[in-house]
């Protein structure tokens, strides 16, 4: 295959990506709550402080690049789940999204329960205490070791994602001389995006048994078979990082139909659903979230209805949020390095992270915003991209942002809503070292997950 090259021209693509900001806020230094975590605020010197204590204090003493995590916030958002959910519902935290001992101990003085899918979250979860009934186990492929594990602990609910699952979870409950309480993971056939959902391409994917064809159907017969299995209900997961809620509302509407089936031809009602996570948060000041009460409700009304239309006693609701408990509740903060303006284009900032604390942009095209936090500006606004020190030009942790024009290398900068999903797929990448996880409460800060070491490496590289 012959590949063509050509001269490069000043620009790569268009200065400004289509659909994002055309204009710089009319604030630079203005902190949007939709995108910070609850306590951050500047204080007189106009430093950004979050539980009380100013990002220069932090930097100082954790370093840069780090993650500072609002703990008072973390707790509120664990509690308006919880609450919007009621008695009736369940929450689980998805802990993919970011996970860690203390993580497990707030989930468990807030009330909530706790989604895993490995081994390695399972394993954190119970060592930090979290009562193994309150784990919901997850995943696609999960290994016999770790159905084994599971089982033995006595998780809540195997959550179970294939018809081979099916077969190994029951033989091994059966050979521990346990019944495992199951649910099933069906696609709908609903593809969830941002703004909008398609039904499309449903069975075109990895997770899940497809409700076309039977094959659900096939699923719970099977599952109801089997003595190691209690079936306790269905799962849907349609997708991540969504506002609209007409994609839930078709997926409750196809689990329900099933459930209805399910009466019909085994006499049996399934006492739960569960509509899985990915309600989505604001990133930038464009997106517009909503409150845990109005999903709560939005959910339970469409529940309701289609079980009352089909007969059927409204099961329990469990939802397995992740993203919009712990994202907004954290922000990074980067020191500022190297600055290179392009005149006519946009000024490059490097920062001393990048793709290996923040891999959402280079990944999924993400979008987030990014403030001067070590102080305030008046200067003008320049059209800034925040770069981070790896060995790759798709090393963005913000595409395109405004940031004052005096900004200076060792200038702090702070990247909020990175609580979900940074941490949790952070990598080594040119031998990065993982940032720490710092949560920050009342004007105490302390190290969740610590800074990683050359020891740390060298200690896996056996030489
Ligand atoms: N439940 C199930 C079965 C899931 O697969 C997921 C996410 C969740 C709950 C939680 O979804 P959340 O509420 O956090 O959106 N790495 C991607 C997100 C992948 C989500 C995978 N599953 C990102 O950074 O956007």
Sequence with gaps: MSRSAHPAGPRHADVMTEGHYTAPPAD???????????????????????????????????????????????????????????????????????????????????????????????????DAGMPAERIAFHGNNKTVAEIERAVEAGVGRIVLDSFQEIARVAHTAQRLGKRQRVQIRVTVGVEAHTHEFIATAHEDQKFGIALAGGQAAEAVRRALALDGLELIGIHSHIGSQIFDMA????????????????????????????????????????????????????????????????????????????????????????????????EGLR?????????????????????????????????????????????????IVVKDAFLPSDLAPGDLIAVPATGAYCRSMASNYNHALRPPVVAVRDGQARVIVRRETEEDLLRLDVG
């Design 247 to 342: 994609g839930f509302e078709v997926s409750a509407r196809r689990v329900v139909q099933l459930l209805a089936e399910v009466r019909d031809e085994h006499g049996v009602e399934l006492p739960e659903i569960d509509l899985g996570g990915g309600l989505g948060i604001a990133y930038t000041s464009e997106d517009d979230p909503r409150e845990p009460h109005e999903i709560a409700k939005a959910l339970g009304d469409i529940v309701t209805r289609e079980c009352e239309a089909a007969g059927l006693a409204t099961p329990r609701i469990s939802v397995e949020p992740g993203r919009a408990i712990v994202g907004p509740t954290a922000f990074t903060l980067y020191e500022v390095g190297t600055i290179k303006p392009l």
């Design 28 to 126: 630079l230094n203005a902190l949007d709550e939709k995108v910070w975590a609850r306590t951050v605020t500047r204080d007189e010197e106009g430093a950004i402080t979050v539980g009380g204590i100013g990002v220069t204090r932090l930097a100082e003493e954790f370093g840069t690049p780090a993650y500072f995590l609002d703990e008072s916030d973390f707790r509120a958002r664990c509690h308006a789940w919880a609450d919007a959910f009621g008695r009736d519902a369940d929450v689980f935290y998805a802990g993919k999204a970011f996970l860690s001992r203390a993580v497990v101990r707030w989930l468990q003085e807030e009330g909530l329960n706790l989604d895993v899918c490995s081994g390695g979250e399972l394993s954190t979860a119970l």
């Design 347 to 395: 000024t490059y900032v490097s920062v001393d992270g990048g793709m290996s604390d923040n891999i959402r942009t280079a990944l999924y095209d993400a979008e987030y915003s990014v403030v001067l936090a070590s102080r305030t500006s008046d200067a003008e606004p320049m059209l800034a991209r925040v770069v981070g020190k790896h060995c790759e030009s798709g090393d």
